[in-house]
Nanobody
Framework: QVQLVESGGGLVQAGDSLRLSCAASGRTFSNYAVAWFRQAPGKERTIVAATKWGGSTTYYEDRVKGRFTISRDNAEKTVYLQMTSLKPEDTAVYFC????????????????WGQGTQVTVSS
């Protein structure tokens, strides 16, 4: 079983950067794809980026391409989301989640989730 804990959220201004971390426990972390989702108030939870087990294959939702970078360090059991050029519309709770399959864009394919970290971008 894998457990995930997110950190790194905060309040920033438009144009700033943040790096989110998703720390995992469990011996088989490297076997799973990991994704970052976000959920704004009153909206559905949607995928932002994902990385396959080895880390060389990634996916980005169109609105974050060129601004966000997902990476993973399997030795450290951590997945990162580097966010640059942040916009007010990036404001949301960000969750990381693990899946045995690649590439799944819907949240139902992910079997374990962190508690989320709040990102607020002011204009």
């Amino acid at each position: 079983q894998v457990q995930l804990v997110e950190s790194g959220g905060g309040l920033v201004q438009a144009g700033d950067s943040l790096r989110l971390s998703c720390a995992a426990s469990g011996r088989t972390f490297s076997n799973y794809a990991v994704a970052w989702f976000r959920q704004a108030p009153g909206k559905e939870r949607t995928i932002v980026a994902a990385t396959k087990w080895g880390g060389s294959t990634t996916y980005y939702e169109d609105r974050v391409k060129g601004r966000f970078t997902i990476s993973r360090d399997n030795a450290e059991k951590t997945v990162y989301l580097q966010m640059t050029s942040l916009k007010p519309e990036d404001t949301a709770v960000y969750f990381c989640a693990a899946s045995v399959a690649w590439l799944r864009l819907g949240k139902d394919a992910y079997f374990t989730w962190g508690q989320g970290t709040q990102v607020t971008v002011s204009s």
